[in-house]
């Protein structure tokens, strides 16, 4: 009997506990990855900055995106018109507002869809990492991955 009431006791503190999400970012989602966070941007500013500038896009728990983060970072740190934008930040709703992929299309088909447009919707967030190059509100290249962006570097 005394076994059966541990039992269930243990059940109910279990059930108990409380399961709030541990990945509720809050906007602007502050990452101190690289510079102390002074270059994160939200995903609604994309196209919102003036000349030439860099959106290095990544995640958390992306193994690339770690293993470039000892090259991307001098880039980051050396070039004022670079911004980051990480996955955890960006809420569903805008998440869902940047272009779909459908079908099993290369990554060069989406690449080459959404070079010269200049909205969100219009662009495909392929996967981390990647650097987006927008210029004068368009995006001009993307460097898709972290081959692409290791040699983009010139590493």
Do not use: W
């Amino acid at each position: 009997m005394k076994k059966i009431i541990l039992i269930i006791c243990s059940i109910f503190s279990l059930v108990s506990c409380n399961n709030e999400e541990t990945n509720n970012f809050e906007e602007p989602f502050i990452d101190d990855s690289f510079l102390n966070g002074t270059r994160n941007i939200l995903a609604s500013d994309f196209y919102q900055y003036e000349g030439n500038y860099y959106i290095y896009y990544y995640s958390l728990m992306c193994e690339p995106c770690k293993d470039l983060k000892e090259y991307i970072s001098p880039f980051i740190g050396d070039n004022e018109n670079v911004y980051t934008l990480c996955v955890q930040s960006i809420s569903d709703d805008l998440f869902y507002t940047f272009k779909q992929k459908e079908g099993n299309k290369e990554y060069e088909v989406y690449v080459n869809e959404m070079l010269g447009k200049s909205s969100i919707e219009d662009t495909y967030l392929i996967g981390t990492p990647t650097l987006y190059e927008i210029n004068e509100h368009k995006l001009i290249n993307v460097y898709l991955g972290y081959q692409s962006i290791y040699k983009f570097l010139g590493e």
